[in-house]
């Protein structure tokens, strides 16, 4: 059963700083990995969809890693802003059907001015 | 466009009452499914369906049911709404190579 982990579940930064947010997933035989935003009360919004041939995608200030051999993906923000205040979710297909994805349970991004 | 919608965006309803909701995709996607999703649980699996005619429970399925009659639409049942089901309710739709999308979410309210 796949299992995926997001450490951590909160985080605050200033303005401006670039970070990280990690993915940890327990089966490396995924077919894709997928990030999501969620604003509170929205849905969720699709931010970057990496297959398992590619190794990253970009799109914008935000740059996805996909490494399946340690079961890891990185989501990049460049020069953050308040506007990314949010909460980012990924999610990786369940080995026992590549049809349904297994969701982690995010990591709450504050940027403050 | 393609999109997927949910109807309706809120909803309060009594207890033991029969609620549905909507989800309708014009993504042509196979794969259709319904979350809940509540504070200090994040997203959890209620059904899905992998095409017409085709559904699986979940791993909170209990008390509530879909059908699957075309690629476009699978609706979801609460046949006795209880106050523990009161949550934000999220349809989604995927393909293959495409991932997922979602709905913008259902708020139920059981009073």
């Known amino acids: 059963k796949q299992e995926v982990t997001q450490i951590p579940a909160a985080l605050s930064v200033p303005e401006g700083e670039n970070l990280v947010l990690n993915c940890s997933f327990t089966d490396s035989a995924i077919y894709n990995l997928q990030w999501f935003r969620q604003d509170p009360g929205k849905g969720l919004t699709s931010l970057l969809l990496i297959q398992s041939s590619q190794r990253e995608q970009t799109s914008g200030r935000l740059n996805a890693s996909l490494d399946k051999s340690s079961g890891r993906s990185t989501l990049y923000i460049a020069a953050s802003q308040p506007g990314d205040s949010a909460t980012y979710l990924c999610a990786a297909p369940s080995t026992t059907n590549a049809g349904k994805s297994t969701f982690g349970d995010g990591t709450t991004l504050t940027v403050k001015p | 466009d393609a999109e997927i919608t949910q109807s309706p965006r809120h909803k309060i309803t009594e207890t033991g009452r029969q609620v549905t909701l909507a989800c309708h995709q014009t993504w042509n996607h196979n794969n259709m499914f319904w979350y809940r999703q509540d504070l200090g649980h994040g997203l959890r699996l209620i059904h899905y369906?992998?095409?017409?005619?085709?559904?699986n429970k979940g791993e909170v399925s209990d008390g509530y049911s879909v059908s699957r009659s075309n690629t476009e639409d699978l609706p979801l049942t609460l046949e006795s709404a209880a106050s523990s089901q009161t949550s934000v309710y999220f349809c989604?739709?995927?393909?293959?190579?495409?991932?997922?999308?979602f709905g913008s979410g259902t708020r139920l309210t059981v009073v």
């Open positions: 369906s992998y095409g017409v005619h085709d559904t």
């Open positions: 989604a739709s995927s393909d293959r190579p495409y991932g997922y999308t």
